[in-house]
């Protein structure tokens, strides 16, 4: 079936530091990609999304690039913030079927100041 | 106000016993979702409804009852309640005629089971 794998974490970065998070799928076609961050004690929200190859989503500084050829989706930014602390969440959206939401196991990610 | 909305966030009950969650969104999506993240943040799917139809039912213990008795209303009940039910409970919403994919959540109900 679908799946989506994430690089495990916890990570922990200092403040400015460069931000790579690596995410690849398995998938039949070309399903939507998505990366979701979960903020401490809150619910998962939209944090960019891609929906065809080479497409690249991008919001509040992070960005990641639909890449069907290593059917990945990392999630970069180039100086994190400590607000930025969270839980991020890769994720695929199914093109056929119930087009389920199938998420990656979550990558925690703590900023020092 | 709140766009998704649960109840209650924290729930600790003894094992045998049933509980119920609820959730309500007003963003006049037609398709609602249940969500389970264990400890280590694992985030499955459990249910899905479109319409109050049921549309997705992943492999959950049938002690596991959703109902839908509108499309803006989607509640939990669980029954004899094991200690590996212990998790968050996320509700979820979305549009499923659109594309955009996004679901918007809400923020948890986590049930400890004793």
């Known amino acids: 079936g679908d799946s989506v794998t994430q690089m495990e974490g916890p990570v922990t970065l200092s403040e400015e530091a460069f931000l790579t998070i690596n995410c690849t799928y398995t998938?039949?076609?070309?399903?939507?990609l998505f990366w979701y961050v979960q903020y401490p004690g809150e619910g998962l929200q939209l944090l960019l999304k891609?929906?065809?190859?080479?497409d690249k989503g991008s919001n509040k500084g992070f960005e990641a690039t639909y890449r069907k050829e290593t059917t990945s989706f990392h999630l970069e930014k180039g100086s994190v913030q400590v607000s930025d602390s969270a839980v991020y969440f890769c994720?695929?959206?199914?093109?056929?079927?119930?087009?389920?939401?199938?998420f990656g196991q979550g990558t925690r990610l703590t900023i020092n100041p | 106000d709140t766009a998704v909305s649960q109840t209650p966030k924290y729930l600790v009950t003894q094992m045998g016993n049933d509980k119920s969650i609820k959730c309500e969104q007003n963003?006049?999506?037609?398709?609602m979702y249940w969500y389970k993240q264990d400890s280590k943040k694992f985030l499955k799917i459990m249910f899905s409804?479109?319409?109050?139809?049921?549309?997705i039912n992943e492999t959950v213990p049938n002690r596991f009852s959703p109902k839908s008795p509108d499309k803006a209303h989607l509640n939990l009940h669980i029954n004899s309640l094991e200690l590996g039910d212990s998790a968050v409970y996320f509700c979820?919403?979305?549009?499923?005629?659109?594309?955009?994919?996004?679901?918007?959540f809400g923020e948890g109900s986590r049930l400890t089971v004793l």
């Open positions: 979820a919403s979305s549009h499923r005629g659109g594309n955009t994919g996004e679901l918007f």
């Open positions: 998938a039949t076609g070309y399903p939507s």
């Open positions: 891609a929906t065809k190859a080479d």
């Open positions: 994720a695929l959206r199914q093109i056929q079927g119930a087009q389920k939401l199938v």
């Open positions: 963003l006049g999506h037609d398709t």
């Open positions: 409804y479109n319409n109050k139809e049921l549309i």
